[in-house]
T-cell receptor, first 111, second 113 residues
């Protein structure tokens, strides 16, 4: 069935360094790729999304890139800060207009 | 706007008991959905609704029922609770399916003994 692979499951980086999380999807017809952030004990919230008509989108320190040929998209966080510590979920919109979710990446920012 | 609200925040049930998790939104969103979140498994779709009077099954619907009598409310019913239903349940809403921003409620933590 349809799925999304998300890697790594845990990522530990030094404060100030960059973090990259990658997701691979299976439906070549998909054209919507959001990223959600979930802080401990809180609800998931959208932080950035991209549609297939663009290859990259930036919002301050975060960016998402999309490679439709390889069917993968990535979240990039630069100059990481303590408040970036959270679980990040990727998702993609399938041909039935449902969101298929990755298993999540726990990002740890070391002081 | 209150956004998406859920009650209760926490619930303990005994095996075999039934209960209803409440979800309401005040954003006039057409699409509402229920997810369960288990450690290391991300978000799994239980049921969803594209509008009042219309519901459909998601990835893991067994043991759960839903109804959508109004645009605002989308309750989730556990028919006969089992320990495997111990999880955190999130309700979400959006203007449309899939390719729109999902707004999540604060979650309900359910423990089934």
């Amino acid at each position: 069935g349809e799925n999304v692979e998300q890697h790594p499951s845990t990522l530990s980086v030094q404060e100030g360094d960059s973090a990259v999380i990658k997701c691979t999807y299976s439906d070549s017809a998909s054209n919507y790729f959001p990223w959600y952030k979930q802080e401990l004990g809180k609800r998931p919230q959208l932080i950035i999304d991209i549609r297939s008509n663009v290859g990259e989108k930036k919002d301050q320190r975060i960016a998402v890139t999309l490679n439709k040929t390889a069917k993968h998209f990535s979240l990039h966080i630069t100059e990481t800060q303590p408040e970036d510590s959270a679980v990040y979920f990727c998702a993609w919109g399938d041909s039935n207009y449902q969101l298929i979710w990755g298993a999540g990446t726990k990002l740890i920012i070391k002081p | 706007n209150a956004g998406v609200t859920q009650t209760p925040k926490f619930q303990v049930l005994k095996t075999g008991q039934s209960m209803t998790l409440q979800c309401a939104q005040d954003m006039n969103h057409e699409y509402m959905s229920w997810y369960r979140q288990d450690p290391g498994m991300g978000l799994r779709l239980i049921h969803y609704s594209v509008g009042a009077g219309i519901t459909d099954q998601g990835e893991v619907p067994n043991g759960y029922n839903v109804s959508r009598s109004t645009t605002e409310d989308f309750p989730l019913r556990l028919l006969s609770a089992a320990p495997s239903q111990t999880s955190v349940y999130f309700c979400a809403s959006s203007y449309g399916q899939g390719r729109k921003t999902q707004y999540f409620g604060p979650g309900t933590r359910l423990l089934v003994l």
